[in-house]
Structures are given as C-alpha cells and as structure tokens.
C-alpha cells in the first residue's frame, strides 16, 4: 500500500523568506502523480502545484516549485518569497496511475507566515 | 458559480439525529468523493461514485449513507452517529476517476453531541 509522510507537524517562515516543505512517500509503482494541496482557514484544498513521476524535470508554479527526488522518494515544495496569504495547513498526495487509484494524503503541515 | 460547493458549512446535531451533507459540482465532473478529515490524521477516502455508481466504500459504517442522483450532486445521509464521528467532511470530484487531479468543496464541520 503507498503511504505518504509528512514529519514536520508545524514551520514556520518570514514574510518574503523562502521555506520548503518535506514530504517522502512509498510505492512500488513506476508511474504515478504527486501532488501538494494547500488548505486555509476556509477549509477548500486547493491544488498548488502537480509533479508527474515520469518527467525529471521539476514541477514550478510561479512562487511554488518541487524538488522530486524519485530514487530516494522524496517530494518537497518550496515556496518563494513568502506572503501572509500562503499561511495554511499544506497536504501533499500520491495517486497512482491505474483506473481504481485514489489520492493518499500525508497528516499535514501548517505553516505560519510572520510579518 | 463554479466548482464545488457542500452545504451546510457547519453542523451540529445529536446521536438519534438523522441529517444530510449536500454536495453539487459544477464542472461536468463524472467522478465524486467523500472524505473524512479528523485533526492529526491524514484524510481518509471513504466513498466514490463514478457516472452516479459508487465503485468503492472504504469499510464505512452504516450510518453513513451516500447517495447520487446524477453526476452532479453527492449526498452523505447521516443518522445515529457517535461522537468520533465529528470531523470535517470534503466533498471532491474529478474529471472521471482516471484523472489525475481531485477539486475539493470547503467541507462541513460535523459536530455530533
């Protein structure tokens, strides 16, 4: 069964500071899809940003970019020049390629911004 | 309005209650999930419907209840329910369930007392 870790509970960055999260996974599967979901107060998952196992190149979403590391199964978002609206809790996710697939869900970081 | 929407936000009801979360997409979305988000844990799948058939029930107990009555609307059916039932409850939906990507609703705060 794939399991997604997140180790850190809580970070927290400085306005305009950069920060990265961590997140490793486990599967025995070649091809599968990793994502990073933000959730604030309001609660609503948001997609930030997607990494397709097949491609090496790192996935970049203006601020928000991966470092996908898939020898050692590790999947971390860093994001740039943080503003106070990036505080939320963030989830990263691990869904396989098969028709019955479904997203695995790491327990969650929350990250504060500090002005 | 676009994308997904639950109702109620909030919900606080008791054991012998019996009440209903709504969820309607608005993306011409055939796939459609429930949740269930608990502090500290990792979310947990617990229903999907694919062209308004549910393919998967992760070992939910029967007092949850979902149904589909078209592909653009979810419902979760609740009654007699526990305390450890209180969570946050997302509703998503996706392209069809091959798609990579899950749009997720704001969720309700079920409260059970």
């Known amino acids: 069964a794939q399991t997604v870790t997140q180790s850190q509970p809580e970070m927290s960055v400085q306005e305009a500071e950069t920060v990265t999260l961590s997140c490793t996974y486990d599967t025995s599967e070649s091809d599968y899809y990793l994502f990073w979901y933000k959730q604030p107060p309001s609660r609503q998952m948001i997609l930030v940003i997607r990494?397709?196992?097949?491609?090496?190149q790192n996935a970049t979403e203006n601020r928000f970019s991966v470092n996908f590391q898939k020898a050692a199964k590790s999947f971390s978002l860093k994001i740039s020049d943080s503003q106070l609206g990036d505080a939320a809790m963030y989830f990263c996710a691990y869904r396989s390629t098969g028709a019955n697939s479904k997203l695995t869900f790491g327990k969650g970081i929350t990250l504060s911004v500090r002005p | 309005e676009t994308g997904v929407t639950q109702t109620p936000r909030h919900l606080v009801m008791g054991m012998t209650n019996k009440k209903s979360l709504k969820c309607e997409q608005h993306?011409?979305?055939?796939?459609m999930y429930w949740y269930k988000q608990s502090a500290k844990k990792p979310l947990e799948l617990m229903f999907v419907?694919?062209?308004?058939?549910?393919?998967e029930n992760n070992s939910v107990p029967s007092r949850f209840s979902p149904e589909c009555p078209n592909s653009s609307h979810l419902f979760l059916h609740l009654h007699t329910l526990q305390p450890e039932d209180s969570a946050l409850y997302l509703c998503a939906s996706s392209q069809d369930r091959t798609a990579p990507e899950a749009f997720f609703g704001q969720g309700t705060r079920l409260t059970v007392v």
């Open positions: 419907y694919s062209l308004e058939e549910r393919v």
């Open positions: 990494q397709e196992a097949y491609k090496q």
């Open positions: 993306l011409g979305h055939n796939a």
